[in-house]
């Protein structure tokens, strides 16, 4: 074969080689409808985002139109990952927590991609949403705790009582709107709270050390830095026969004794509903607005009591939800 020959072919396969290439990349990178971020992976958070994506396929809106992307637990990283997606102009931008929604929104929030955000606690409260002046390019799921019901189970559980502990970072914004609302409730119902706060993970065993002595019982809110390292809790409460009450219902599977709290995957899945409704129905986000899920369960953990020692009442354990056993 002769050397232009050779050239001939060559410069073939590089064109060949070059649009296949190409063809390859699109199909790697379908255009994106959907991009959600959350901030850390623990199970709640997790089953909330199973929840959209449930939804969002049963509407016609398949995985490859769908980019997740985790912050790890870094407020840095969920600004880094906002800032990417509204780079890639989605459609819309669903974040999931009210960190990942306050990253979201500072970015996004003199552009043009609605943010429907999941699982905020007090959309007011983190900045995100006043009923007052709503955003138009706002809408969402608010997951406020049922912080009345929560404290009404653990009187039911120890009617005698005095003092609570909670724990939280108060660097949340919707941990400190939360546990400012558990402590007016438990107040009213005669029982007095004491805080301790973390700023990471690597704070939590001791500072649930802290309550030793103080408490039999803790309390944790939906905050996204204790929940994370929810093991590192439930070793230090187990060590010193410390009870622990939460409003994530995933984390009783992981060994808190009991929780009342909305479905998580339901959370998810309301989420998933106001986004067809914008996406498919050409809903304004103005319309949306900020919704709540409406099914609260009591899950209980009966392996937790039984090695703390507590008789749970039979009426409560036959009003539960889910039990979890041995």
Do not use: C, W
Not at 7 to 32: C, M, W
Request: aromatic fraction near 8%; charge should be positive; avoid cysteine.
């Amino acid at each position: 074969m002769s050397i232009r020959k050779n050239y001939i072919y060559a410069l073939g396969v590089f064109i060949l080689g070059f649009f296949s290439f190409l063809f390859i990349q699109n199909k790697k990178s379908p255009n994106i409808i959907v991009a959600i971020t959350q901030i850390a992976p623990h199970p709640s958070l997790d089953q909330i985002r199973a929840g959209i994506i449930d939804r969002l396929n049963l509407a016609g809106i398949s995985n490859d139109q769908i980019l997740f992307q985790n912050a790890q637990g870094s407020p840095a990283t969920a600004l880094q990952i906002a800032q990417k997606f509204l780079s890639l102009n989605p459609k819309v931008i669903v974040p999931i927590t009210t960190p990942s929604a306050q990253a979201v929104y500072t970015v996004a929030k003199n552009g043009h991609i609605p943010l429907i955000f999941s699982a905020v606690s007090d959309p007011k409260a983190a900045k995100l949403y006043d009923p007052s002046a709503p955003n138009p390019l706002v809408a969402g799921v608010s997951d406020l705790s049922p912080v009345h019901d929560q404290v009404l189970l653990i009187k039911k559980i120890f009617p005698d009582l005095q003092t609570i502990g909670v724990l939280y970072n108060a660097g949340e914004a919707n941990s400190l709107a939360l546990v400012d609302l558990f402590e007016k409730e438990a107040n009213s119902m005669g029982l007095t709270v004491i805080r301790s706060t973390v700023a990471n993970t690597n704070d939590v065993s001791t500072a649930v050390a802290n309550f030793a002595g103080k408490t039999n019982v803790i309390y944790i809110p939906n905050d996204n830095t204790v929940i994370s390292a929810f093991e590192s809790v439930i070793t230090v409460a187990n060590r010193y026969k410390m009870a622990v009450f939460t409003a994530d219902p995933e984390s009783v599977a992981r060994g808190a004794l009991g929780s009342v709290a909305y479905n998580q995957y339901d959370i998810g899945r309301k989420t998933g509903e106001l986004i067809v409704e914008y996406l498919i129905d050409h809903k304004p986000i103005s319309e949306i607005g900020v919704q709540k899920p409406k099914k609260i369960e009591l899950v209980l953990n009966l392996k937790t009591a039984k090695a703390l020692g507590i008789s749970l009442p039979s009426d409560l354990v036959r009003k539960a939800t889910f039990t979890i056993h041995d």
